[in-house]
């Protein structure tokens, strides 16, 4: 039986192939840098730049917490996160900052973890993203209260624009529709 090949856009394979190989030679945790590219890339602009703020329902959240809280998930059945939930249930007993009302106590120790993973999430965040920028997939900038800055700091905060082989996971803007028109007397098909 014959089995015709595979298209592919490049000798080399696809773009988000090759992306994603070249994630596996100059990043430490690829699959890691790669949810953090695709995730900017959903809020993205068409020019490939995302932040400083995302919208988040009704309000603005800069795009770092964005980004910590959306890959907060991958984490939840972590021994480690789960050890960290029971730390901070432990700590909040001795302050006695627990009500005794189970569901206000969980809501307290879920905020708590919730605070200390963002922190430690900014961490390896911001070590990925310096793996990005590296590599040339990433560039990054810090936009804020006065200028726009190279250095962080002034109320500034960070602006990530994809590049490079990371530029293929921005999606293309939609295409604009043409109202629909009734056809008219005289025309041989209908649009």
């Given at each position: 039986?014959?089995?015709?090949?595979?298209?592919?856009?490049?000798?080399?394979?696809?773009?988000?192939?090759?992306?994603?190989?070249?994630?596996?030679?100059?990043?430490?945790?690829?699959?890691?840098?790669?949810?953090?590219?695709?995730?900017?890339?959903?809020?993205?602009?068409?020019?490939?730049?995302?932040?400083?703020?995302?919208?988040?329902?009704?309000?603005?959240?800069?795009?770092?917490?964005?980004l910590c809280d959306a890959l907060?998930?991958?984490?939840?059945?972590?021994?480690?996160?789960?050890?960290?939930?029971?730390?901070?249930?432990?700590?909040?007993?001795?302050?006695?900052?627990?009500?005794?009302?189970?569901?206000?106590?969980?809501a307290l120790v879920q905020d708590?973890?919730?605070?200390?993973?963002?922190?430690?999430?900014?961490?390896?965040?911001?070590?990925?993203?310096?793996?990005?920028?590296?590599a040339g997939l990433l560039k990054?900038?810090?936009?804020?209260?006065?200028?726009?800055?190279?250095?962080?700091?002034?109320?500034?905060?960070?602006?990530?624009?994809?590049?490079?082989?990371?530029?293929?996971?921005?999606?293309?803007?939609?295409?604009?529709?043409?109202?629909?028109?009734?056809?008219?007397?005289?025309?041989?098909?209908?649009?």
């Open positions: 039986m014959f089995h015709a090949p595979l298209p592919s856009r490049a000798a080399g394979g696809s773009d988000v192939s090759l992306l994603l190989d070249q994630l596996s030679h100059c990043c430490s945790r690829p699959r890691y840098a790669f949810m953090l590219l695709t995730l900017i890339a959903d809020v993205a602009r068409p020019d490939g730049s995302a932040g400083p703020l995302v919208r988040v329902d009704d309000s603005l959240v800069s795009l770092r917490d964005w907060t998930p991958m984490g939840h059945r972590d021994p480690r996160r789960m050890a960290l939930v029971e730390r901070v249930r432990d700590e909040l007993r001795k302050e006695e900052r627990l009500t005794g009302d189970a569901a206000a106590d969980e708590e973890v919730r605070m200390r993973v963002r922190t430690s999430g900014k961490t390896n965040l911001s070590r990925a993203v310096s793996e990005l920028v590296k990054r900038h810090y936009q804020g209260f006065r200028v726009d800055h190279l250095n962080r700091g002034a109320q500034r905060q960070a602006v990530y624009t994809l590049t490079g082989r990371a530029r293929a996971l921005v999606s293309a803007p939609p295409l604009a529709r043409r109202p629909a028109t009734r056809p008219r007397q005289g025309d041989l098909f209908a649009s």
